[in-house]
């Protein structure tokens, strides 16, 4: 990360984040509560130079119950950022607030005098997101967002395996469907759906294929 981009996080995004109760980790913001961890990452644009810097944000939801059903770490302390953003949701913030426009899709500072415009943006999108989060009162609720969502990286066989562990049917047929939309089209797919369909009937339920 830049210098720019740092002491626009120290003066900008800090403050804000450590009211609403995250933590800070190098270039990310976490907390946690009985059901999930939430991350909120900056990641700097490759093409930076001194003078101009653009970053990007990250964010990711980790849900204990989906890391139970999948032998993972549920001690959040324990987990490397990375894969708390990554594992299970992963979207850049606009996805989340719905601001698609180009200004939101990436932040560019030049110069100090750009803190204060490019920070009232940032923190408004921020307060979205961890709005959103706090949305999620359940792991159901959840998974019933993440199905109306285009997500940029998303392990739908790990929520797959969680809603076919706990009997959630109806989730788990709309979650096949899902991924046989995404990945039917792959060589691999028969694979995937084979795989699917063992889960389901070790669980005693033929899902409709």
Not at 22 to 39: C, G, Q, S
Not at 81 to 95: A, C, K, P, T, V
Not at 152 to 157: A, E, H, L, N, Q
Request: proline share 3%; net charge negative; with cysteine.
């Amino acid at each position: 990360m830049g210098k720019l981009i740092n002491s626009f996080i120290k003066a900008e995004v800090h403050p804000l984040l450590k009211i609403l109760g995250y933590r800070k980790r190098a270039n990310n913001f976490w907390r946690e509560t009985d059901l999930f961890a939430f991350v909120i990452n900056f990641q700097a644009s490759r093409w930076n130079f001194e003078g101009r810097e653009e970053f990007y944000i990250n964010c990711g939801v980790y849900s204990l119950d989906v890391a139970i059903a999948n032998g993972m770490e549920t001690d959040v302390r324990k987990i490397p950022m990375g894969d708390l953003l990554f594992d299970q949701y992963n979207d850049r913030q606009h996805s989340i607030t719905h601001h698609d426009g180009e200004d939101y899709m990436s932040f560019m500072i030049t110069g100090d005098d750009d803190f204060s415009s490019v920070g009232v943006k940032v923190r408004n999108e921020l307060s979205i997101v961890d709005t959103v989060f706090s949305s999620f009162q359940s792991t159901d609720g959840f998974l019933q967002w993440v199905l109306g969502q285009k997500p940029w990286t998303i392990r739908y066989d790990r929520l797959f395996t969680y809603v076919v562990g706990e009997h959630k049917w109806d989730l788990a047929q709309r979650f096949f469907n899902l991924i046989k939309k995404q990945r039917g089209g792959s060589p691999y797919w028969p694979q995937f759906e084979k795989q699917m369909v063992e889960q389901c009937e070790a669980q005693g339920y033929n899902i409709p294929t």
